[in-house]
């Protein structure tokens, strides 16, 4: 199985570099992302690909993997050079060798129906409230475990937004609500705020809030300074499910980002590379503010 792999792998790594097609070694996923790249002046010019397989099934003459792909692309853009890097877990079918079905697997986020969060802060709390982002700290938090889980937080098999509730939190973003898992934004051993875990409840949380964790919209993504937050709503149905950090800018002052449950560093913000993608996708802009 890891020599069908490796051979993969190096099918991958082709397509990603060269123009050239092949029925029998196509990747849909290299295409998306040389057309987004090129959109903007950019492109691919070195990629590496590992695996690490997790599962392995073997019934008869098919055999199952299940296994997590790690590529690094160094990206050129109006002569600079920057490495982008993700990480994803996918599904493989194989009969007699032969390659017959690969594809992303994306766990489904939990859904939390509850009112929009409520903003009541009484006077002996309002100044423990008050603090100063600092942008720097979050954006190391953010680099530092883009593909890693810290083991001082709860892992969620949808960790987008709980990881950038991390990195707001390093920031010195203060939680406020506890215990009331629909108002606020906290973390408190086992329980936590539905803002704090859930990608819509922290696009509601951020353009609702009064004190604490604020911040204000703006309506373009190269307003953003680094450690503001990118939200999306990718079937364009009003229900948020996923949820960026700005780490860094391109040659064209456009965010690049980090995330996780697609993990992913120093990725161009609109996504159009993502499996997830459609034309509908909606995006939310949120610079955090000092209180």
Not at 7 to 19: H, P
Not at 129 to 150: G, I
Not at 235 to 253: F, M
Request: net charge neutral.
């Amino acid at each position: 199985m890891f020599e069908l792999l490796q051979d993969l792998f190096e099918k991958r790594v082709n397509q990603f570099v060269s123009d050239k097609r092949s029925h029998r070694v196509f990747f849909p996923k290299a295409e998306k992302k040389q057309v987004a790249l090129a959109n903007r002046s950019a492109e691919i010019v070195k990629v590496k690909a590992t695996g690490k397989i997790m599962e392995e099934i073997t019934e008869e003459e098919f055999q199952t993997v299940k296994y997590i792909a790690y590529y690094q692309y160094l990206i050129k853009q109006k002569g600079i050079l920057y490495l982008e890097e993700e990480m994803e877990e996918r599904l493989a079918k194989f009969y007699k060798g032969a390659l017959v079905m690969d594809e992303e697997r994306v766990p489904k986020e939990e859904v939390h129906i509850h009112q929009e969060p409520m903003d009541v802060v009484t006077e002996e709390n309002e100044q423990r409230l008050s603090y100063q982002y600092d942008r720097l700290k979050a954006v190391q938090y953010a680099e530092r475990w883009w593909n890693s889980y810290n083991p001082a937080y709860k892992k969620f098999e949808v960790d987008c937004t709980n990881f950038i509730s991390q990195c707001l939190h390093t920031g010195g973003a203060p939680m406020r609500g506890y215990p009331s898992r629909g108002t606020g934004w906290w973390l408190q051993r086992q329980n936590w705020s539905y803002s704090w875990a859930v990608a819509n409840s922290l696009r509601l949380y951020l353009g609702n809030s009064k004190a604490g964790l604020r911040a204000k919209e703006v309506s373009s993504p190269e307003q953003l300074l680094l450690g503001d937050v990118i939200c999306y709503d990718f079937e364009g149905d009003g229900r948020y499910n996923h949820n960026t950090i700005v780490t860094g800018k391109d040659a064209n002052g456009m965010p690049l980002v980090n995330a996780h449950t697609y993990n992913s560093r120093k990725r161009y913000w609109a996504y159009e590379d993502s499996s997830a993608y459609t034309p509908n996708i909606k995006y939310k802009f949120y610079s955090i503010v000092d209180a």
